[in-house]
C-alpha cells in the first residue's frame, strides 16, 4: 500500500463485511482504490462515491480476469518473488486429522496469513531415520518396530558408545537381515556441535527424514537432598538433548519428530523431581512445535516390563509399590501398539499407561493415589483425618499400651511398602536404609502414616528418624501423648544401638557400676559381678538404670 503524503492511503485491499467495510473506507480520506475481494458484503459503487469522495469501489473476482491475464499476472508474481521482492504470508499448516480446530482458529480469526491442511505423513524409507538412544533396550526395540511396522530403511542409531555399546553389533546385523541400512554412531547429544557434525555428515542421498529420541537418564532423590550434579545428570539427555535435536532440524523435511518422555512428569514421581521437570519440558517442547507447524509427539511411558540400564536398579519393593498405586507394566506387544496409536493421534502430548482400576480403588482409600487419577475411580468419599485421630486410637487405649499399638502401625506400613506379607518380618530396631530404603519407598511410607494417622509429616520424616522404634516414637510425641521425654528417648534409642563390648571397649564399665549399685550398699561391686550382671539384663532396664542414675559423664562423643 502507497501512502499520500502521509495522509491515509492509496488503495485498500478488502476481504471483510459490515462494520469493518467502514472501517477500512476510513483509510481512504483523500480519495483512492477500494478493491473488494469479499463475497458477503458488496456494496453499490454509486452509492459508496457519493458517501466518500474521490473513492474509487470496484468489487471483484480474480476469476474475471480470464485465463490469459491470470497466467499474466502469476508469471509476474512469480517473478517478483525470484527476486525476493515479494515474501510469502505466514503460512500455518494443521493436520487434516485436526480439521475442526484449524477451521474453528480460521472462523474466529486468529490467523495471519494462510492456513492450510496438510495430510499425514508416513515414515519415508529412503530418508534417514536417527533414534537417539538406538542401541539401549527400548530404542533397539523402536528400530526393529520401526523397519517392520514403518517400512524404515535407513537407520542411524547414536548414542555416547555407539558400536562399543553392549549388544551394538548384534543389533545392527538383525536390523540388516531385516532389509534396511544400519549406521550406529557415538554421539553425545546434549553437545550440540557433536550433533551437528552429526547431522552435516548425513548422506544427501538419504537426507534426515524422522527423529526419534529415546534416550535418558535417572538420579533420584528428594528434593530437599538433591544435588546440581543430579538435575544435570537427568537434563544433559533429556532436555539438552531434545533441544539440540529441535533446533538443528528445524529448518529440515521432517515426517516425524518424537519424544520418549515419562507419565512421571504427568502424575508426579516421589524423589524424581529432576526427572519430572525434564519429561515435563519434552511435553512442553513437542506443544511448541506443533503450533509452529512441525511434526512433534511427546509420549509419556509408564513403566515397561522389560529390564533396562533406567530400570535394572528397580527391587520388588519399587515394582510392587507401582502395582499398589494402579500402575500396571508395559509389555514390548502393548507398548508398541500404544507407540503406533500416539503417532496416529496427531496430537502433541499422549499418555501411554496401562491402569489397574481395582488397585486404583485401593490406593484411593489408603489416600496415596495422584490426584490426576482420582476421577479414574469411584471410592466413598472420607473425611479427611484430623490432627487427633492418632490421639482419639490411643486415648482408647492404656498408656502402656500406646507405644506397642505405634510401632504395630509403624511395622505394618513398613511391610507394605516393602512387599513383605506379615509385619513380623519387619526388626524395630533396623535402619530403614539397611531394609532397603531409599527415597521413594520413604516418601510412600511417609504418606501411608499420614493417612493413617492424621497427622502431617514432613518430607524427610523416615531419614530424620530412620528406624520404626524412633519413628514410631516421633509419631506418639507428635500425637501429644507421647509417655517418654525426647531426650530420655533419644538416649535409650542410641544406648540400645550399642553392644556391650562397645561398653567395655569404650571404657564405661566404671560409671556403669557406680550407677547400677543399689543404694546403701556399702560394699564395691567387683567389675566382674558388673558384667555378669550387666549381661544378663534386658537393655530396657539397663537404660532405665541408667537414666535414673543421671549419667552425667557419658557424652555424645561416648555413644557412636
Request: glycine share 10%; proline share 4%.
Amino acid at each position: 500500500l502507497a501512502t499520500s503524503e502521509g495522509k491515509g492511503l492509496d488503495v485498500v485491499l478488502n476481504a471483510l463485511a459490515g462494520e469493518f467495510v467502514d472501517a477500512s473506507l476510513e483509510l481512504l480520506p483523500n480519495g483512492g482504490r477500494f478493491l473488494e475481494m469479499g463475497k458477503t458484503d458488496i456494496r453499490d459503487a454509486a452509492e459508496l462515491s457519493a458517501e466518500h469522495p474521490g473513492v474509487e469501489y470496484l468489487p471483484f473476482d480474480v476469476t474475471e480476469a480470464g485465463p490469459p491475464r491470470i497466467g499474466q499476472i502469476l508469471a509476474e508474481i512469480a517473478a517478483l518473488f525470484d527476486a525476493d521482492a515479494l515474501a510469502h504470508s505466514p503460512i500455518a499448516t494443521w493436520d487434516m486429522r485436526q480439521a475442526p480446530q484449524a477451521f474453528r482458529h480460521l472462523r474466529e480469526g486468529r490467523n495471519v496469513g494462510k492456513v492450510v491442511l496438510t495430510a499425514p505423513r508416513a515414515i519415508d524409507p529412503e530418508r534417514t531415520t536417527l533414534i537417539a538412544g538406538g542401541t539401549g533396550g527400548l530404542g533397539a526395540l523402536t528400530a526393529r518396530h520401526l523397519v517392520e511396522r514403518h517400512g524404515a530403511k535407513q537407520l542411524l542409531l547414536v548414542s555416547r558408545s555407539g558400536l562399543e555399546a553392549e549388544g551394538a553389533e548384534k543389533l545392527r546385523q538383525e536390523l540388516e537381515e531385516l532389509g534396511a541400512k544400519v549406521q550406529i554412531a557415538a554421539c553425545d547429544v546434549s553437545d550440540r556441535k557433536a550433533l551437528k557434525k552429526l547431522l552435516d555428515s548425513i548422506s544427501s542421498e538419504h537426507p534426515l527424514g524422522a527423529i526419534v529420541h529415546c534416550a535418558g537418564a535417572l538420579a533420584d532423590a528428594t528434593v530437599e537432598t538433591m544435588e546440581a550434579a543430579q538435575v544435570e545428570a537427568v537434563f544433559a539427555p533429556k532436555v539438552d538433548a531434545a533441544q539440540n535435536l529441535h533446533e538443528l532440524s528445524a529448518d529440515l523435511d521432517l515426517s516425524a519428530f518424537v519424544l520418549f518422555s515419562s507419565a512421571a512428569g504427568t502424575l508426579g514421581g516421589p524423589g524424581q523431581a529432576n526427572y519430572a521437570a525434564a519429561n515435563v519440558f519434552l511435553d512442553a517442547l513437542a506443544q511448541r512445535r506443533q503450533a509452529e507447524g512441525l511434526p512433534a509427539t511427546s509420549i509419556a511411558w509408564g513403566l515397561w516390563q522389560r529390564e533396562g540400564a533406567m530400570t535394572s536398579g528397580l527391587t520388588e519393593a519399587d515394582l510392587a509399590r507401582m502395582k499398589r498405586g494402579g500402575i500396571e507394566a508395559l509389555s514390548d506387544e502393548r507398548g508398541l501398539a500404544l507407540f503406533d496409536a500416539s503417532l496416529a493421534a496427531a496430537r502433541p502430548q499422549a499418555i501411554a499407561l496401562p491402569i489397574d482400576t481395582a488397585a486404583l480403588r485401593g490406593a484411593s482409600t489408603a489416600g496415596t493415589l495422584p490426584p490426576l487419577l482420582s476421577g479414574l475411580v469411584r471410592t466413598p468419599r472420607r473425611r479427611s483425618a484430623a490432627t487427633g485421630s492418632l490421639a482419639t486410637k490411643l486415648a482408647a487405649l492404656p498408656q502402656a499400651e500406646h507405644e506397642a499399638f505405634v510401632l504395630d502401625l509403624v511395622k505394618g506400613e513398613v511391610a507394605a511398602v516393602l512387599g513383605h506379607s506379615s509385619a513380623g518380618e519387619i526388626e524395630p530396631t533396623k535402619a530403614f536404609k539397611e531394609m532397603g530404603f531409599d527415597s521413594l519407598a520413604a516418601v510412600e511410607l511417609r504418606n501411608r502414616l499420614n493417612s493413617a494417622t492424621g497427622l502431617r509429616l514432613g518430607a524427610t520424616a523416615v531419614f530424620d528418624y530412620p528406624s520404626v522404634v524412633t519413628l514410631g516414637r516421633h509419631l506418639l510425641t507428635e500425637s501429644g501423648l507421647a509417655a517418654t521425654d525426647p531426650v530420655e528417648a533419644t538416649f535409650r534409642d542410641a544406648l540400645a544401638r550399642v553392644s556391650l563390648s562397645r561398653l567395655r571397649d569404650a571404657g564405661l564399665m566404671g560409671p556403669l557400676r557406680e550407677l547400677l549399685q543399689l543404694e546403701g550398699d556399702e560394699e564395691q561391686t567387683s567389675e566382674h559381678t558388673l558384667i555378669d550382671e550387666i549381661d544378663t539384663m534386658d537393655i530396657d532396664d539397663l537404660v532405665e538404670q541408667t537414666l535414673e542414675g543421671q549419667p552425667a559423664v557419658v557424652g555424645d562423643g561416648d555413644l557412636e
